[in-house]
Protein backbone atom coordinates (compact mmCIF):
# COMPACT_ATOMS: atom_id res chain seq x y z
CA UNK A 1 0.00 0.00 0.00
CA UNK A 2 2.70 2.17 0.43
CA UNK A 3 3.98 1.67 -2.75
CA UNK A 4 0.09 2.71 -3.99
CA UNK A 5 0.53 5.91 -1.88
CA UNK A 6 4.18 6.87 -3.11
CA UNK A 7 2.51 6.62 -6.82
CA UNK A 8 -0.68 9.13 -5.67
CA UNK A 9 2.07 11.25 -3.66
CA UNK A 10 4.12 12.04 -6.49
CA UNK A 11 1.33 12.90 -9.25
CA UNK A 12 -0.76 15.20 -6.75
CA UNK A 13 1.41 18.75 -7.50
CA UNK A 14 -0.04 18.37 -11.14
CA UNK A 15 -3.85 18.61 -9.24
CA UNK A 16 -2.56 21.25 -6.75
CA UNK A 17 -2.98 24.88 -7.44
CA UNK A 18 -1.28 26.00 -10.67
CA UNK A 19 -0.72 22.50 -11.75
CA UNK A 20 -1.69 21.34 -15.14
CA UNK A 21 -4.63 19.39 -14.28
CA UNK A 22 -5.63 21.97 -10.98
CA UNK A 23 -9.44 21.52 -12.69
CA UNK A 24 -9.44 17.53 -11.43
CA UNK A 25 -8.19 17.93 -7.75
CA UNK A 26 -11.54 17.03 -6.57
CA UNK A 27 -11.28 13.71 -8.44
CA UNK A 28 -7.93 13.15 -7.02
CA UNK A 29 -8.88 14.23 -3.37
CA UNK A 30 -11.41 12.17 -3.42
CA UNK A 31 -9.74 8.55 -4.32
CA UNK A 32 -6.80 9.46 -2.19
CA UNK A 33 -9.34 10.43 1.09
CA UNK A 34 -11.11 6.94 0.20
CA UNK A 35 -8.03 4.87 -0.06
CA UNK A 36 -5.61 6.67 2.70
CA UNK A 37 -6.14 8.66 6.02
CA UNK A 38 -5.74 12.29 5.57
CA UNK A 39 -1.99 13.54 6.06
CA UNK A 40 -3.52 16.90 7.40
CA UNK A 41 -4.30 17.34 11.46
CA UNK A 42 -4.99 20.09 13.69
CA UNK A 43 -2.08 21.12 15.38
CA UNK A 44 -2.88 24.01 17.67
CA UNK A 45 -5.54 23.57 21.06
CA UNK A 46 -7.91 23.15 21.64
CA UNK A 47 -9.77 20.65 19.38
CA UNK A 48 -11.22 17.10 19.35
CA UNK A 49 -9.38 13.87 17.80
CA UNK A 50 -11.93 11.12 16.72
CA UNK A 51 -11.32 7.69 14.28
CA UNK A 52 -14.38 9.12 12.61
CA UNK A 53 -14.76 11.51 9.47
CA UNK A 54 -17.25 12.10 6.98
CA UNK A 55 -16.31 9.12 4.98
CA UNK A 56 -16.52 6.43 7.84
CA UNK A 57 -20.16 8.27 8.93
CA UNK A 58 -21.41 7.84 5.28
CA UNK A 59 -20.27 4.24 5.34
CA UNK A 60 -21.41 3.47 8.63
CA UNK A 61 -24.89 4.32 6.98
CA UNK A 62 -24.61 1.80 4.09
CA UNK A 63 -24.09 -1.00 6.39
CA UNK A 64 -27.12 0.22 8.02
CA UNK A 65 -29.08 0.14 4.95
CA UNK A 66 -28.08 -3.65 4.14
CA UNK A 67 -30.58 -5.44 5.55
CA UNK A 68 -33.13 -2.81 4.01
CA UNK A 69 -31.37 -3.18 0.42
CA UNK A 70 -31.22 -7.08 1.24
CA UNK A 71 -35.05 -7.11 1.61
CA UNK A 72 -36.18 -4.84 -1.75
CA UNK A 73 -34.68 -7.24 -3.84
CA UNK A 74 -35.97 -10.51 -1.72
CA UNK A 75 -39.41 -8.67 -1.24
CA UNK A 76 -39.87 -7.15 -5.19
CA UNK A 77 -39.12 -10.43 -6.54
CA UNK A 78 -41.62 -12.23 -3.91
CA UNK A 79 -44.93 -9.98 -5.10
CA UNK A 80 -43.86 -9.93 -8.41
CA UNK A 81 -43.83 -14.05 -8.61
CA UNK A 82 -46.91 -14.27 -6.33
CA UNK A 83 -48.48 -12.17 -8.79
CA UNK A 84 -47.48 -14.54 -11.72
CA UNK A 85 -48.74 -17.31 -9.94
CA UNK A 86 -51.83 -15.58 -9.58
CA UNK A 87 -52.49 -15.06 -13.02
CA UNK A 88 -50.48 -12.32 -14.27
CA UNK A 89 -47.74 -12.17 -16.60
CA UNK A 90 -44.19 -10.64 -16.60
CA UNK A 91 -43.92 -6.92 -17.84
CA UNK A 92 -42.32 -6.74 -21.12
CA UNK A 93 -38.48 -5.49 -19.90
CA UNK A 94 -35.02 -6.63 -20.75
CA UNK A 95 -35.44 -7.99 -17.01
CA UNK A 96 -37.97 -10.37 -18.02
CA UNK A 97 -36.52 -11.79 -21.25
CA UNK A 98 -33.53 -12.19 -19.59
CA UNK A 99 -34.72 -14.06 -16.65
CA UNK A 100 -36.64 -16.25 -19.57
CA UNK A 101 -33.18 -16.64 -21.79
CA UNK A 102 -31.39 -17.85 -18.65
CA UNK A 103 -34.22 -20.85 -18.40
CA UNK A 104 -35.85 -19.92 -14.69
CA UNK A 105 -39.66 -20.45 -14.22
CA UNK A 106 -41.08 -17.82 -11.88
CA UNK A 107 -41.77 -19.99 -8.71
CA UNK A 108 -42.68 -17.68 -5.36
CA UNK A 109 -42.08 -20.01 -3.06
CA UNK A 110 -38.27 -20.26 -4.59
CA UNK A 111 -35.83 -17.52 -2.37
CA UNK A 112 -32.97 -17.61 -4.88
CA UNK A 113 -35.71 -17.03 -7.48
CA UNK A 114 -37.32 -14.14 -5.19
CA UNK A 115 -33.85 -12.61 -4.54
CA UNK A 116 -33.24 -12.88 -8.23
CA UNK A 117 -36.32 -10.83 -9.72
CA UNK A 118 -36.07 -8.39 -7.16
CA UNK A 119 -32.50 -8.19 -8.10
CA UNK A 120 -33.17 -7.33 -11.46
CA UNK A 121 -35.31 -4.55 -10.88
CA UNK A 122 -33.93 -2.93 -8.07
CA UNK A 123 -30.19 -2.67 -9.28
CA UNK A 124 -30.76 -1.17 -12.37
CA UNK A 125 -32.29 1.67 -10.40
CA UNK A 126 -29.66 1.29 -7.75
CA UNK A 127 -26.80 1.94 -10.45
CA UNK A 128 -29.03 4.90 -12.15
CA UNK A 129 -28.97 6.49 -9.44
CA UNK A 130 -25.62 6.14 -8.15
CA UNK A 131 -24.25 7.01 -11.52
CA UNK A 132 -26.36 10.57 -11.49
CA UNK A 133 -25.19 11.36 -8.55
CA UNK A 134 -21.25 10.07 -8.92
CA UNK A 135 -21.50 12.44 -12.13
CA UNK A 136 -22.94 15.57 -10.94
CA UNK A 137 -21.61 16.05 -7.39
CA UNK A 138 -17.71 15.87 -8.96
CA UNK A 139 -19.03 18.17 -11.44
CA UNK A 140 -20.05 20.51 -9.57
CA UNK A 141 -17.32 20.33 -7.20
CA UNK A 142 -14.50 21.16 -10.03
CA UNK A 143 -16.85 24.12 -10.92
CA UNK A 144 -16.97 25.67 -7.51
CA UNK A 145 -13.45 24.17 -7.05
CA UNK A 146 -14.07 22.41 -3.66
CA UNK A 147 -13.27 19.02 -2.42
CA UNK A 148 -15.72 15.90 -2.95
CA UNK A 149 -17.95 15.03 -0.34
CA UNK A 150 -19.49 11.47 0.08
CA UNK A 151 -22.87 12.37 0.22
CA UNK A 152 -24.05 11.23 -2.80
CA UNK A 153 -23.17 7.47 -1.74
CA UNK A 154 -25.73 7.65 0.58
CA UNK A 155 -28.29 9.66 -1.38
CA UNK A 156 -27.66 7.03 -4.25
CA UNK A 157 -28.42 4.22 -1.81
CA UNK A 158 -31.17 5.94 -0.33
CA UNK A 159 -33.17 7.10 -3.32
CA UNK A 160 -33.74 3.71 -4.83
CA UNK A 161 -35.12 2.32 -1.71
CA UNK A 162 -38.19 5.00 -1.89
CA UNK A 163 -39.14 4.04 -5.35
CA UNK A 164 -41.90 1.98 -6.70
CA UNK A 165 -39.84 -1.17 -8.57
CA UNK A 166 -41.80 -0.49 -11.71
CA UNK A 167 -40.25 3.50 -12.04
CA UNK A 168 -38.55 4.33 -15.13
CA UNK A 169 -35.00 4.50 -15.05
CA UNK A 170 -34.34 7.78 -16.94
CA UNK A 171 -37.18 9.15 -14.00
CA UNK A 172 -34.77 8.01 -11.86
CA UNK A 173 -31.56 9.98 -13.37
CA UNK A 174 -34.38 13.23 -13.31
CA UNK A 175 -34.95 12.83 -9.91
CA UNK A 176 -31.58 11.90 -8.80
CA UNK A 177 -30.04 14.98 -10.08
CA UNK A 178 -32.99 17.29 -8.86
CA UNK A 179 -32.59 16.40 -5.45
CA UNK A 180 -28.63 16.48 -5.63
CA UNK A 181 -28.70 19.78 -7.43
CA UNK A 182 -31.78 21.47 -5.98
CA UNK A 183 -31.24 19.94 -2.31
CA UNK A 184 -27.96 20.27 -1.81
CA UNK A 185 -25.28 21.25 -4.19
CA UNK A 186 -27.67 24.89 -4.67
CA UNK A 187 -27.09 25.30 -0.78
CA UNK A 188 -23.31 24.72 -0.40
CA UNK A 189 -22.91 20.91 -0.86
CA UNK A 190 -22.94 17.81 2.24
CA UNK A 191 -23.15 19.50 5.35
CA UNK A 192 -25.26 22.96 4.07
CA UNK A 193 -28.23 21.49 2.90
CA UNK A 194 -31.66 22.33 5.04
CA UNK A 195 -33.36 19.84 3.33
CA UNK A 196 -33.01 16.16 2.04
CA UNK A 197 -31.84 15.30 -0.78
CA UNK A 198 -32.89 12.21 -1.22
CA UNK A 199 -36.59 13.05 0.06
CA UNK A 200 -36.58 16.01 -2.43
CA UNK A 201 -35.70 13.68 -5.29
CA UNK A 202 -38.81 11.54 -4.02
CA UNK A 203 -40.98 14.46 -3.91
CA UNK A 204 -39.91 15.80 -7.43
CA UNK A 205 -40.83 12.01 -8.61
CA UNK A 206 -43.84 12.07 -6.94
CA UNK A 207 -45.24 15.72 -8.05
CA UNK A 208 -43.70 15.54 -11.70
CA UNK A 209 -45.05 11.65 -12.54
CA UNK A 210 -47.91 10.83 -10.32
CA UNK A 211 -49.06 8.34 -12.36
CA UNK A 212 -45.65 6.23 -12.06
CA UNK A 213 -45.60 6.62 -8.19
CA UNK A 214 -48.92 5.73 -7.09
CA UNK A 215 -52.04 4.07 -7.87
CA UNK A 216 -52.28 0.08 -7.97
CA UNK A 217 -50.12 -1.02 -10.78
CA UNK A 218 -46.60 0.85 -9.75
CA UNK A 219 -45.94 -1.45 -6.29
CA UNK A 220 -45.69 -5.38 -8.25
CA UNK A 221 -43.22 -5.69 -11.18
CA UNK A 222 -45.55 -7.62 -12.89
CA UNK A 223 -48.57 -7.12 -15.45
CA UNK A 224 -52.01 -7.88 -13.69
CA UNK A 225 -54.53 -5.55 -15.76
CA UNK A 226 -56.10 -8.33 -17.06
CA UNK A 227 -56.76 -10.30 -13.78
CA UNK A 228 -59.71 -9.88 -12.28
CA UNK A 229 -59.86 -9.42 -8.31
CA UNK A 230 -56.71 -8.62 -7.85
CA UNK A 231 -55.09 -5.63 -6.76
CA UNK A 232 -51.53 -4.16 -6.48
CA UNK A 233 -52.72 -1.54 -3.90
CA UNK A 234 -50.48 -1.02 -0.66
CA UNK A 235 -52.33 -1.82 2.24
CA UNK A 236 -51.81 1.71 3.58
CA UNK A 237 -54.06 2.92 0.07
CA UNK A 238 -56.63 0.18 0.98
CA UNK A 239 -56.70 1.42 4.43
CA UNK A 240 -57.10 5.35 3.01
CA UNK A 241 -60.46 3.83 1.28
CA UNK A 242 -61.88 1.17 3.93
CA UNK A 243 -59.99 2.33 7.40
CA UNK A 244 -59.13 -0.52 9.83
CA UNK A 245 -61.43 -2.29 8.13
CA UNK A 246 -59.48 -3.43 5.29
CA UNK A 247 -56.54 -4.06 7.90
CA UNK A 248 -58.61 -6.89 9.54
CA UNK A 249 -57.88 -10.02 7.15
CA UNK A 250 -54.27 -8.50 6.66
CA UNK A 251 -51.12 -9.79 9.00
CA UNK A 252 -49.54 -7.28 11.18
CA UNK A 253 -46.39 -10.28 11.11
CA UNK A 254 -46.52 -9.80 7.22
CA UNK A 255 -46.75 -5.46 7.56
CA UNK A 256 -43.79 -5.40 10.17
CA UNK A 257 -41.92 -8.19 8.34
CA UNK A 258 -42.13 -6.09 4.76
CA UNK A 259 -43.95 -8.90 3.05
CA UNK A 260 -46.61 -6.53 1.38
CA UNK A 261 -46.45 -4.50 -1.63
CA UNK A 262 -44.66 -1.03 -1.25
CA UNK A 263 -41.38 1.27 -1.86
CA UNK A 264 -38.90 -1.51 -2.72
CA UNK A 265 -36.81 -0.43 0.45
CA UNK A 266 -39.59 1.08 2.92
CA UNK A 267 -41.70 -2.42 3.14
CA UNK A 268 -39.57 -4.22 6.49
CA UNK A 269 -40.16 -2.21 9.78
CA UNK A 270 -37.87 -5.08 10.99
CA UNK A 271 -35.21 -4.37 8.30
CA UNK A 272 -35.09 -0.84 9.78
CA UNK A 273 -35.05 -1.25 12.98
CA UNK A 274 -31.92 -3.50 12.69
CA UNK A 275 -30.45 -0.29 10.99
CA UNK A 276 -31.61 1.70 13.31
CA UNK A 277 -29.77 -0.22 16.25
CA UNK A 278 -26.37 -0.01 14.32
CA UNK A 279 -26.62 3.69 13.67
CA UNK A 280 -27.62 4.35 17.28
CA UNK A 281 -24.91 2.21 18.77
CA UNK A 282 -21.92 3.98 16.51
CA UNK A 283 -24.10 7.31 17.40
CA UNK A 284 -24.91 8.47 14.34
CA UNK A 285 -28.45 8.27 14.27
CA UNK A 286 -30.45 10.06 17.27
CA UNK A 287 -32.52 8.03 19.45
CA UNK A 288 -33.97 11.08 20.48
CA UNK A 289 -35.20 11.84 16.98
CA UNK A 290 -36.54 8.27 16.72
CA UNK A 291 -38.33 8.17 19.99
CA UNK A 292 -39.79 11.78 19.55
CA UNK A 293 -41.50 10.05 16.05
CA UNK A 294 -42.73 7.71 17.75
CA UNK A 295 -44.01 9.11 20.90
CA UNK A 296 -45.90 11.45 18.32
CA UNK A 297 -47.17 9.02 16.59
CA UNK A 298 -48.45 6.87 19.59
CA UNK A 299 -50.28 10.10 20.61
CA UNK A 300 -51.79 11.85 17.15
CA UNK A 301 -53.06 8.14 16.29
CA UNK A 302 -54.94 7.90 19.75
CA UNK A 303 -56.31 11.13 19.74
CA UNK A 304 -57.85 10.92 16.29
CA UNK A 305 -58.89 7.20 16.97
CA UNK A 306 -60.54 8.40 20.30
CA UNK A 307 -62.59 11.41 18.09
CA UNK A 308 -63.46 8.95 15.56
CA UNK A 309 -65.29 9.82 12.47
CA UNK A 310 -68.06 8.75 10.54
CA UNK A 311 -66.71 9.49 6.96
CA UNK A 312 -63.18 9.09 7.15
CA UNK A 313 -62.56 5.52 7.69
CA UNK A 314 -58.31 6.18 8.50
CA UNK A 315 -59.28 8.03 12.19
CA UNK A 316 -60.27 4.40 13.58
CA UNK A 317 -56.89 2.96 12.27
CA UNK A 318 -53.96 2.69 15.40
CA UNK A 319 -50.86 3.78 16.14
CA UNK A 320 -49.13 0.05 15.64
CA UNK A 321 -50.55 0.01 12.01
CA UNK A 322 -48.96 3.12 11.00
CA UNK A 323 -45.95 2.03 12.49
CA UNK A 324 -45.60 -0.76 9.91
CA UNK A 325 -47.36 0.83 7.26
CA UNK A 326 -45.94 2.49 4.15
CA UNK A 327 -42.36 4.44 4.82
CA UNK A 328 -43.19 5.55 8.85
CA UNK A 329 -40.01 3.25 9.96
CA UNK A 330 -37.82 4.01 6.71
CA UNK A 331 -38.08 7.53 6.99
CA UNK A 332 -37.71 7.72 11.09
CA UNK A 333 -34.83 5.65 10.99
CA UNK A 334 -32.74 6.98 7.91
CA UNK A 335 -34.30 10.52 7.08
CA UNK A 336 -35.76 12.24 9.87
CA UNK A 337 -32.23 11.41 11.48
CA UNK A 338 -30.52 13.07 8.62
CA UNK A 339 -27.55 14.65 10.80
CA UNK A 340 -27.77 17.68 8.18
CA UNK A 341 -31.39 18.69 7.87
CA UNK A 342 -32.75 17.68 11.48
CA UNK A 343 -32.64 19.40 14.65
CA UNK A 344 -29.06 19.71 16.22
CA UNK A 345 -30.37 20.35 20.10
CA UNK A 346 -30.83 17.61 22.66
CA UNK A 347 -34.49 18.79 23.24
CA UNK A 348 -34.82 20.18 20.00
CA UNK A 349 -34.38 16.51 18.61
CA UNK A 350 -37.59 15.24 21.03
CA UNK A 351 -39.83 17.91 19.48
CA UNK A 352 -38.44 17.98 15.90
CA UNK A 353 -39.29 13.92 15.97
CA UNK A 354 -42.51 14.51 17.59
CA UNK A 355 -43.72 16.90 15.43
CA UNK A 356 -42.79 14.78 12.49
CA UNK A 357 -44.82 11.84 14.52
CA UNK A 358 -47.87 14.51 14.71
CA UNK A 359 -48.01 15.41 11.34
CA UNK A 360 -47.83 12.15 9.62
CA UNK A 361 -50.73 10.58 10.98
CA UNK A 362 -52.46 13.88 10.62
CA UNK A 363 -51.54 13.98 6.93
CA UNK A 364 -52.71 10.27 6.39
CA UNK A 365 -55.83 11.25 7.79
CA UNK A 366 -56.97 14.83 6.82
CA UNK A 367 -56.05 14.10 3.62
CA UNK A 368 -56.87 10.47 2.58
CA UNK A 369 -56.09 11.45 -1.45
CA UNK A 370 -52.27 11.01 0.10
CA UNK A 371 -52.30 8.38 2.77
CA UNK A 372 -48.56 8.37 2.23
CA UNK A 373 -47.35 11.11 4.81
CA UNK A 374 -44.21 9.98 6.20
CA UNK A 375 -41.74 12.45 2.56
CA UNK A 376 -44.30 15.50 3.67
CA UNK A 377 -43.96 15.41 7.11
CA UNK A 378 -40.42 15.16 6.92
CA UNK A 379 -39.82 17.83 4.72
CA UNK A 380 -41.60 20.23 6.81
CA UNK A 381 -40.09 19.65 9.72
CA UNK A 382 -36.31 20.19 7.54
CA UNK A 383 -37.37 23.81 7.31
CA UNK A 384 -38.41 23.77 10.81
CA UNK A 385 -35.62 22.33 12.77
CA UNK A 386 -33.19 25.91 12.80
CA UNK A 387 -36.40 27.44 14.35
CA UNK A 388 -36.60 24.80 16.74
CA UNK A 389 -33.09 24.94 17.79
CA UNK A 390 -32.69 28.90 17.94
CA UNK A 391 -34.99 28.78 20.55
CA UNK A 392 -33.45 25.90 22.73
CA UNK A 393 -30.19 27.86 22.29
CA UNK A 394 -31.43 30.98 23.29
CA UNK A 395 -33.21 29.65 26.30
CA UNK A 396 -29.75 27.86 27.42
CA UNK A 397 -28.61 31.16 26.84
CA UNK A 398 -30.58 33.02 28.72
CA UNK A 399 -30.20 30.53 31.54
CA UNK A 400 -26.47 31.23 31.73
CA UNK A 401 -26.98 34.64 31.97
CA UNK A 402 -29.12 34.48 34.74
CA UNK A 403 -26.87 31.95 36.67
CA UNK A 404 -23.75 34.55 36.50
CA UNK A 405 -25.94 37.32 37.21
CA UNK A 406 -27.05 35.51 40.57
Known sequence: MQFLKDAHLNVKHHFEKGGKLEFFYPLWEAQFTGLFTPGEVTRTASHVRDGIDNKRLMFTVVIALVPCILMAMYNTGYQAQLAIASGAVPLDTWQAWLFDALGFDYDFRNPFLNVLVGAGQ??????AAMLTGGIVEPLTA???KHEINEG????GMLIPLTLPPTISLWMVVLGTAFGTVFAKEIFGGTGMNFLNPALTARAFLFFAYPAAMSGDAAWIAADFSAVDGFSGATWLAAAAVEGE????????MDAFLGFVPG????TSTLACLIGAFLLIWTGIGSWRTMAGVVVGTIFMAGTLNAIG???????GVPWYWHAVLGGWAFGMVFMATDPVSSAFTNQGKLIYGGLIGVLVVLIRVVNPAYPEGMMLAIL???MFAPLIDHYFVQAN??????RYAA
Open 380 to 382: FMN
Open 245 to 252: AALAGASW
Open 397 to 402: IRRREA
Open 122 to 127: YLPIMA
Open 142 to 144: MIR
Open 263 to 266: SMGE
Open 309 to 315: SDTNPMF
Open 152 to 155: FLVS
